[in-house]
T-cell receptor, first 111, second 113 residues
Framework: GENVEQHPSTLSVQEGDSAVIKCTYS??????FPWYKQELGKGPQLIID?????GEKKDQRIAVTLNKTAKHFSLHITETQPEDSAVYFC??????????FGTGTKLQVIP | SAVISQKPSRDICQRGTSLTIQCQVD?????MFWYRQQPGQSLTLIAT?????????ESGFVIDKFPISRPNLTFSTLTVSNMSPEDSSIYLC??????????FGPGTRLTVT
């Protein structure tokens, strides 16, 4: 089955700096790669996603890149703010029925 | 998008008892998914619930321990039976949108003493 590895497990950045979280996946048939933000006491919230026919996608301060050849994808957050502090999960799936999540990255943005 | 609510939001239960968690979605969906998130861990799929048929369980999860109901296209329940402290987790309900995006409920935080 699919295996998703996520690094780093924890990340501390100064407010205003950029944060990068990286994930690798094992199944070359995976074609959908979402990223979730989970704040304390809440369920995961989809923040951005990318499909296998696209190499990069941006949404304001958030961007995701996908390298299908290397089977890795990354989340980039620019101009970080304290409210970006949360746990971030990457995931990979083949269609919507089987989603495999990464192990999570706890991001702390220091004011 | 889909708006998902869960009840209860949290509970503290005694060993050996059972708890039923409710999940309500604001739109009709074919499949609903139940996940478990143990403290500080990632999400693990427990089962997929289709309306009108028995739920499909993932490896390591069985119907006797986690019975699921799916009486209509907007509602599902997950019961955690004969609880032990190892069942202390966050239980999350999830559905998919029209273009594969996945939405989660706020979760039910369960503590078993």
């Amino acid at each position: 089955g699919e295996n998703v590895e996520q690094h780093p497990s924890t990340l501390s950045v100064q407010e205003g700096d950029s944060a990068v979280i990286k994930c690798t996946y094992s199944d070359s048939a995976s074609n959908y790669f979402p990223w979730y933000k989970q704040e304390l006491g809440k369920g995961p919230q989809l923040i951005i996603d990318i499909r296998s026919n696209v190499g990069e996608k941006k949404d304001q301060r958030i961007a995701v890149t996908l390298n299908k050849t290397a089977k890795h994808f990354s989340l980039h957050i620019t101009e970080t703010q304290p409210e970006d502090s949360a746990v971030y999960f990457c995931a990979a799936s083949k269609g919507y029925q089987k989603v495999t999540f990464g192990t999570g990255t706890k991001l702390q943005v220091i004011p | 998008s889909a708006v998902i609510s869960q009840k209860p939001s949290r509970d503290i239960c005694q060993r050996g008892t059972s708890l039923t968690i409710q999940c309500q979605v604001d739109s009709q969906v074919t499949m609903m998914f139940w996940y478990r998130q143990q403290p500080g861990q990632s999400l693990t799929l427990i089962a997929t619930a289709n309306q009108g048929s028995e739920a499909t369980y993932e490896s390591g999860f069985v119907i006797d321990k986690f019975p699921i109901s799916r009486p209509n296209l907007t509602f599902s329940t997950l019961t955690v039976s004969n609880m032990s402290p190892e069942d202390s987790s966050i239980y999350l309900c999830s559905v998919f949108g029209r273009v594969d995006e996945q939405y989660f409920g706020p979760g039910t935080r369960l503590t078993v003493t």
